[in-house]
């Protein structure tokens, strides 16, 4: 199993909505990666997992929330999300190693009203 | 983080090979140079990596330079499937933990 699953594939929220955004990898990889991708951009890195351990912030702003419950998931928790947040989230994952490859899931597509 | 620097954009005859460089002038000595491919705002999809010898795989082959500041990706026999963005990442590392920068991307099209 090569996949990377995320759930929803589509998301329509209001800005005083509550959501999450999920992805499941079942590879036995220990890095776990949310990106950020705005259309004919390229994907921006938001946050890395390691070891279910948050590593890695790249100043992303506190209305999102990444969790990682164990080493198989990690969620994306939405909170008070402005309109200029709508953007193709992509999670992947990758075993921590000299030469790791980068799975990737198919997004989910957030839009934020 | 090491930075990339691609053309945005590239077209190709189908059948022919495609050779898409990438500058990474800002290299380390042990980061990885990774390329991958983005169709129609899917997921990105892995292509080939290497470090500083050439390597080839069923899908390309990648060619880094001796002083490792630059690399070309090349599609053998280019097909109309092929038409994407494709991306030249660096990994680099943070805090122990290994980060994908992406690139600006190269927006490559086949032609019939």
């Known amino acids: 199993d090569t996949e990377v699953t995320q759930t929803p594939k589509h998301l329509v929220m209001g800005m005083t909505n509550k959501k999450s955004l999920k992805c499941e990898q079942h590879?036995?990889?220990?890095?776990m990666y949310w990106y950020k991708q705005k259309a004919k951009k390229p994907p921006e890195l938001m946050f890395v997992?390691?070891?279910?351990?948050?590593?890695i912030n790249e100043s992303v702003p506190s209305r999102f929330s990444p969790e990682c419950p164990n080493s198989s998931l990690l969620n994306l928790h939405l909170h008070a999300l402005q309109p200029e947040d709508s953007a193709l989230y992509l999670c992947a994952s990758s075993q921590e190693g000299a030469s790791g490859e980068l799975f990737f899931g198919e997004g989910s597509r957030l839009t934020v009203l | 983080d090491a930075k990339t620097t691609q053309p945005p954009s590239m077209d190709c005859a189908e059948g022919r090979a495609a050779n898409l460089p990438c500058n990474h002038s800002t290299i380390s000595g042990n980061e990885y140079v990774y390329w991958y491919r983005q169709i129609h705002s899917q997921g990105p999809q892995y292509i080939i990596h290497?470090?500083?010898n050439n390597e080839t795989n069923e899908m390309a082959s990648l060619i880094i330079t001796e002083d490792r500041k630059s690399s070309t990706l090349i599609l053998p026999h280019a097909t109309l499937r092929d038409t994407a963005v494709y991306y030249c990442i660096v990994r680099g590392r943070t805090s122990g933990t290994y980060k994908y920068i992406f690139g600006t991307g190269t927006r490559l099209k086949v032609l019939a």
């Open positions: 290497g470090l500083k």
């Open positions: 590879m036995g990889h220990r890095a």
């Open positions: 997992y390691s070891y279910e351990k948050l590593s």
